[in-house]
C-alpha cells in the first residue's frame, strides 16, 4: 500500500506512546471535542452522522493552539499540504498471495477456478497476486501472466491461445461445423458418428472433446480403419460414443466383416434377450 501510494510508513514503537505524542494526545482531544459532544444526539442515517462529524472536526481543527501559535489548520496548509503529493489514478486494492503449480494442462486452480499458464511453466511452482478482478501469475518475481478474476460455479476455465502448446493451439478454431465436414470427408460412417456425439450432450460444444479425440484416434489408426469401426459401432448402437469407436479400434473389431443386419430404433428389440408366453406358461418338469 505504501509503494502504491508513493509514501513510506514509520510505526512507533509497541507500548510506547511517547514515540508520536501528538498523535496519541489527539485522539484523547477528538473524543473530547467530538465523540462527546454528539454522545447525546439522535441520528437515522450514517450519512447524517458523518456530515455532524465533519462539521465537529472544522471547528476543532480552526480552534487555536493553547500554548503556541495557529491551529492545526494553519499547520496543514502552511507545512504539510505542499509536500502532498496528487492520488493514483486508480485506488489501491487488497491482495492476497498463494502458491500454486502449473498442470499439466498449463492451467493453475485458484478458488476453483482455472486460469491458463504459458505451457513452458507446467510443473512449476508460481505465486499467484489474487485482487478482487484480477489473477496475476508470477515466477521468479517477474509476472508471466494475469487473467480477469472468475465468478459464479466453480470449475470455469479463463484460457489464452497463446499459451497453449502448437499441436493444442491447432485445434482452437475448431467448431460443430467444421468437426462434421472433417467427418464427412473420411466417410459416410464418420459423419454420422460424429453428429451423434454432438447431439449427446445438452449443450454442443461439451462433445468438441470427443470430436478432437476421433481426430486423434484418424491420426493413430488411419483414416480407412476409423471409418470401418464408426460403421461396426452403428451396427451395435444408432447413438455411438468416442469409447466405444477407440475400444473397437484397440482391439481390431474394425477388421472382422460382419454383414448382419445392424441395429437401428426400429429392430433393436429384436436382438434383446425375450422370453415368450411358452416360457413363462412352462410347468415345471
Given at each position: 500500500?505504501?509503494?502504491?501510494?508513493?509514501?513510506?510508513?514509520?510505526?512507533?514503537?509497541v507500548r510506547k506512546p511517547k514515540d508520536k505524542p501528538n498523535a496519541e494526545g489527539t485522539v484523547g482531544n477528538i473524543s473530547t471535542w467530538i465523540i462527546a459532544a454528539l454522545r447525546n444526539q439522535k441520528y437515522f442515517s450514517l450519512t447524517a452522522l458523518n456530515q455532524a462529524i465533519r462539521e465537529k472536526l472544522e471547528v476543532f481543527n480552526r480552534k487555536p493552539f493553547q500554548k503556541k501559535e495557529g491551529s492545526r489548520l494553519s499547520v496543514f496548509l502552511e507545512q504539510e499540504k505542499p509536500?502532498?503529493?496528487?492520488?493514483?489514478?486508480?485506488p489501491y486494492e487488497l491482495a492476497t498471495w498463494k502458491i500454486a503449480i502449473v498442470q499439466l494442462n498449463y492451467h493453475i486452480a485458484v478458488d476453483k477456478m482455472n486460469y491458463s499458464v504459458p505451457y513452458e511453466y507446467i510443473k512449476r511452482k508460481v505465486d499467484v497476486r489474487v485482487t478482487r478482478q484480477v489473477i496475476e501469475v508470477f515466477f521468479n518475481n517477474h509476472r508471466i501472466c494475469s487473467h480477469p478474476r472468475l465468478y459464479g460455479y466453480p470449475g470455469q476455465y479463463s484460457t489464452m491461445e497463446a499459451h497453449m502448446p502448437p499441436d493444442?493451439?491447432?485445434?482452437?478454431?475448431?467448431?460443430?461445423?467444421?468437426?462434421?465436414?472433417?467427418?464427412?470427408?473420411?466417410?459416410?460412417?464418420?459423419?454420422?458418428?460424429?453428429?451423434?456425439?454432438?447431439?449427446s450432450h445438452k449443450v454442443e460444444q461439451q462433445g468438441y472433446k470427443s470430436c478432437l479425440a476421433l481426430i486423434k484416434l484418424a491420426d493413430k489408426y488411419s483414416?480407412?480403419?476409423?471409418?470401418a469401426a464408426c460403421k461396426k459401432a452403428l451396427f451395435y448402437t444408432p447413438v455411438p460414443s468416442y469409447k466405444s469407436v477407440k475400444t473397437i479400434l484397440s482391439t481390431g473389431q474394425d477388421k472382422i466383416d460382419n454383414s448382419s443386419e445392424p441395429v437401428t430404433p426400429d429392430n433393436a428389440a429384436t436382438y434383446g434377450f425375450t422370453r415368450g408366453a411358452e416360457y413363462y406358461g412352462r410347468k415345471a418338469r
Amino acid at each position: 500500500m505504501a509503494e502504491h501510494y508513493d509514501t513510506a510508513v514509520v510505526p512507533a514503537r509497541v507500548r510506547k506512546p511517547k514515540d508520536k505524542p501528538n498523535a496519541e494526545g489527539t485522539v484523547g482531544n477528538i473524543s473530547t471535542w467530538i465523540i462527546a459532544a454528539l454522545r447525546n444526539q439522535k441520528y437515522f442515517s450514517l450519512t447524517a452522522l458523518n456530515q455532524a462529524i465533519r462539521e465537529k472536526l472544522e471547528v476543532f481543527n480552526r480552534k487555536p493552539f493553547q500554548k503556541k501559535e495557529g491551529s492545526r489548520l494553519s499547520v496543514f496548509l502552511e507545512q504539510e499540504k505542499p509536500f502532498l503529493q496528487p492520488l493514483p489514478g486508480t485506488p489501491y486494492e487488497l491482495a492476497t498471495w498463494k502458491i500454486a503449480i502449473v498442470q499439466l494442462n498449463y492451467h493453475i486452480a485458484v478458488d476453483k477456478m482455472n486460469y491458463s499458464v504459458p505451457y513452458e511453466y507446467i510443473k512449476r511452482k508460481v505465486d499467484v497476486r489474487v485482487t478482487r478482478q484480477v489473477i496475476e501469475v508470477f515466477f521468479n518475481n517477474h509476472r508471466i501472466c494475469s487473467h480477469p478474476r472468475l465468478y459464479g460455479y466453480p470449475g470455469q476455465y479463463s484460457t489464452m491461445e497463446a499459451h497453449m502448446p502448437p499441436d493444442h493451439q491447432a485445434y482452437v478454431q475448431w467448431n460443430a461445423d467444421r468437426f462434421k465436414a472433417w467427418a464427412r470427408k473420411i466417410g459416410p460412417n464418420t459423419e454420422t458418428t460424429v453428429k451423434a456425439v454432438l447431439s449427446s450432450h445438452k449443450v454442443e460444444q461439451q462433445g468438441y472433446k470427443s470430436c478432437l479425440a476421433l481426430i486423434k484416434l484418424a491420426d493413430k489408426y488411419s483414416v480407412i480403419r476409423l471409418e470401418a469401426a464408426c460403421k461396426k459401432a452403428l451396427f451395435y448402437t444408432p447413438v455411438p460414443s468416442y469409447k466405444s469407436v477407440k475400444t473397437i479400434l484397440s482391439t481390431g473389431q474394425d477388421k472382422i466383416d460382419n454383414s448382419s443386419e445392424p441395429v437401428t430404433p426400429d429392430n433393436a428389440a429384436t436382438y434383446g434377450f425375450t422370453r415368450g408366453a411358452e416360457y413363462y406358461g412352462r410347468k415345471a418338469r
